[in-house]
């Protein structure tokens, strides 16, 4: 006598196959990417923990990216969880020690960076992918 295994529903079948393709889908695909990293001072010192953000200048609706400096004051530009960079075009950057989440310094914690750098920034660079990976800002409180 032979048995027969169950036999996979239509159902489970379609679901693994979605599970297959949606997993597949979360690896290194998408735009090219400018890959950026540098130093950030502020009056020469480096500047640690300060939070970057690069939003798009030119209004193509181009996503932006964003980092955040080690105790050096180096930072490595993430465009996702999953991948380093950003894509080729012009940004302007914001530079604050204040936490996106903690804006206008709540509990008495005062931003170290000049306006001219954050909220009224003055910097805008351009990626591009023949251009230098390391983007160094030498900011100054004067």
């Keep these: 006598m ?6 996979a529903s239509p159902a489970i079948a379609w679901i693994l196959l979605v599970m297959a393709v949606v997993v597949s889908g979360c690896g290194q695909d998408g ?3 400018v890959h950026l990293n540098g130093l950030v001072t502020l009056d020469g010192l480096p500047l640690a923990h300060a939070h970057l953000a690069f ?3 030119d209004g193509t609706g181009r996503r932006g990216a964003a980092a955040r400096t080690d105790e050096d004051g180096y930072y490595y530009l993430r465009y996702s969880e999953l991948r380093d960079g950003i894509e080729p075009g012009m940004y302007k950057v914001s530079i604050s020690t204040l936490s996106p989440e903690m804006p206008g310094g709540l509990m008495g ?5 000049p306006p001219k750098y954050n909220k ?3 910097l805008t660079v351009e990626a591009s992918l023949s251009g230098a990976s390391e983007l160094n800002f030498d900011l100054v409180t004067k």
Excluded: F, H, Y
């Design 2 to 7: 032979t048995r027969r295994l169950p036999s």
């Design 31 to 33: 735009p090219k990417l």
């Design 55 to 57: 939003r798009d200048a």
């Design 109 to 113: 914690i005062k931003e170290q960076v």
């Design 120 to 122: 009224n920034t003055t």
